[in-house]
């Protein structure tokens, strides 16, 4: 009788947890790599232009670099519903069909994604997904679709963790794997409750491509890099593997100088964010196509142990980043955000690192660590001696260390 009781709880358990996590496990181990169509294109795509992103996609070397999706947002559909309710890819901007699109991009070994919102109606004005969630993911799996992006425009009266998780069931029952990719702008703090939901989901509200807390938009502010960056305080405990907090895709190569487009980089993968390249990968020079196909840039992003760097020093406009790594490795990014240049001498020695998230405390008189410069390419020394170096405005200085 014992066991017969013990069997059925455990049975009750399960099941119980396999209702509380409606999304697809083991998806979004490290955070997910790829390009969105939305910070240079907006709704101005059609079917050809998209083919040519795609191949330029391969022959950029983003592919051989690790990114894997290619995510079509707003934009790509009709503006009414068939008589069934069905949504109509936009016959003119794809006169071969989406599905044959879907295709293309999973003949040359990429992911597809796409794109809709929770409200009535989408941020450009297409049908949204209110009331119809379960008829729309069953449509996005026949398609072959791998990845939603969720938006939250034209959703007055609605619930944003009743919204995201009702079209988190609605993916599951659909029955074809997707990462689902919550667009909510953080209003609701979805980082508190969207972790069996989701695999990502914003922190804050749109990114432009601006250094700066704001960029100006006309009608309306974006943020830039550095206003992104400092709403990101008390979120990383949050983030980890297969759930992570979305920093917004980046604008590099969309018009901020070299030495930020580096930073910006550089600062999402210490904060393990997901990296979508949001430029027009036709057109890249080769300072843009360097910074987003730098592969040791690119490991401190996806590093296995999937922890989220911290701000561990700040003064006068220099920032010390430090984000903890496989194999007791250590990525530590020495940011300038002022507006001149500065001259760092860290004594390695006098400072030591301390992090209760990931359990790791480094004394750099007791442990030397090798230290390799991930963006010239070449070892730098020990941390037995002292760092010296100058970082240009709005320009990091970006090291893995590795224990000697």
């Known amino acids: 009788m014992l066991k017969r009781f013990l069997f059925a709880a455990i049975i009750l358990l399960l099941n119980s947890h396999h209702l509380f996590a409606q999304k697809f496990e083991k998806l979004a181990q490290t955070p997910p790599m790829g390009f969105n169509t939305w910070n240079t294109f907006q709704t101005n795509i059609n079917e050809q232009m998209l083919k040519n992103m795609v191949d330029a996609y391969i022959s950029s070397g ?28 936009d016959p003119e901007k794809f006169p071969g069909g989406m599905k044959n699109f879907v295709d293309y991009v999973h003949t040359k070994g990429l992911k597809f994604g796409i794109y809709n919102c929770a409200g009535t ?119 980890g593997p297969g759930h992570w907090n979305d920093l917004d895709m980046l604008e590099v190569g969309n018009g901020m100088t070299y030495n930020e487009d580096r930073a910006h980089f550089s600062l999402w993968c210490m904060l393990a964010a997901p990296l979508m390249a949001g430029n027009d990968l036709r057109k890249m020079s080769n300072q ?62 006098a400072h030591q690192i301390k992090d209760t998230l990931s359990n790791r405390e480094i004394d750099f008189n007791k442990s030397v660590f090798r230290i390799f410069d991930l963006w010239i390419k070449k070892p730098s020394g020990t941390t037995n001696s002292i760092l010296k170096a100058d970082i240009a405005a709005h320009d990091v200085l970006l090291l893995r260390l590795n224990k000697q």
């Open 62 to 89: 983003m592919k051989d670099a690790g990114y894997q999706y290619f995510v079509l947002d707003d934009g790509w559909m009709a503006m009414q519903r068939d008589s069934s309710g069905n949504l109509v890819p």
């Open 121 to 239: 109606l989408t941020c450009g004005g297409y049908p949204g997904t209110r009331g119809y969630e379960y008829q729309d993911a069953r449509f996005y799996a026949a398609m072959g679709v791998d990845y939603l992006k969720y938006d939250w425009c034209n959703t007055e009266g609605l619930n944003a963790k009743e919204a995201y998780t009702t079209m988190s069931k609605a993916i599951k029952a659909a029955g074809r794997p997707m990462i689902f990719s919550l667009c909510e702008w953080g209003n609701h703090k979805p980082w508190e409750w969207a972790e069996n939901v989701g695999h990502l989901w914003r922190t804050t509200g749109d990114i432009g491509a601006g250094f700066g807390s704001l960029v100006n938009k006309g009608t309306w502010s974006a943020l830039g890099v550095t206003g992104i960056l400092d709403q990101q305080e008390g979120l990383r405990k949050y983030a």
């Open 288 to 349: 843009t196509k360097t910074i987003l196909t730098n592969k040791d840039v690119i490991a401190i992003d996806q590093d296995a142990l999937g922890i989220e760097g911290f701000k561990y020093y700040a003064f006068e406009g220099l920032e010390i980043w430090v984000k903890p790594l496989v194999n007791n490795g250590l990525a530590v990014c020495f940011f300038n955000r002022s507006d001149r240049p500065q001259k760092i001498a860290y004594d390695w020695k």
